[in-house]
Nanobody
Framework: QVQLVESGGGLVQAGGSLRLSCAAT????????MGWYRQAPGKQRELVAS???????NYADSVKGRFTISRDNDKTTLYLQMNSLKSEDTAVYYC?????????WGQGTQVTVSS
């Protein structure tokens, strides 16, 4: 089992920045990939960004150039640096990890961007 705990959400004005963190505990060996998803009210959950153990990354077009995903050296903590935030970035952000074909989710952290 893998447990994921997100932190760092909150309320920010448009144009501001936030940094989300996700700490993975439990059976963390061979977690790959890890990623951030988000779900806005009335919308489906969507991929924001993901990162593999070789540090290759993938971003949704809507966040390219504004958000940066990273992992620490032991690959158990995931980050999402969010800059130039827009009102449309408002959502619950979820950490995601995959291990041997199983998918794990965190409980989510709310990000609200006021215009």
């Amino acid at each position: 089992q893998v447990q994921l705990v997100e932190s760092g959400g909150g309320l920010v004005q448009a144009g501001g920045s936030l940094r989300l963190s996700c700490a993975a505990t439990g059976s963390t060996f061979m977690i790959n990939p890890m990623g951030w998803y988000r779900q806005a009210p009335g919308k489906q959950r969507e991929l924001v960004a993901s990162i593999n153990t070789d540090s290759s990354t993938n971003y949704a077009d809507s966040v390219k150039g504004r958000f940066t995903i990273s992992r620490d050296n032991d690959k158990t903590t995931l980050y999402l640096q969010m800059n130039s935030l827009k009102s449309e970035d408002t959502a619950v952000y979820y950490c995601n990890a995959q291990r041997y074909g199983r998918i794990f989710w965190g409980q989510g952290t709310q990000v609200t961007v006021s215009s």
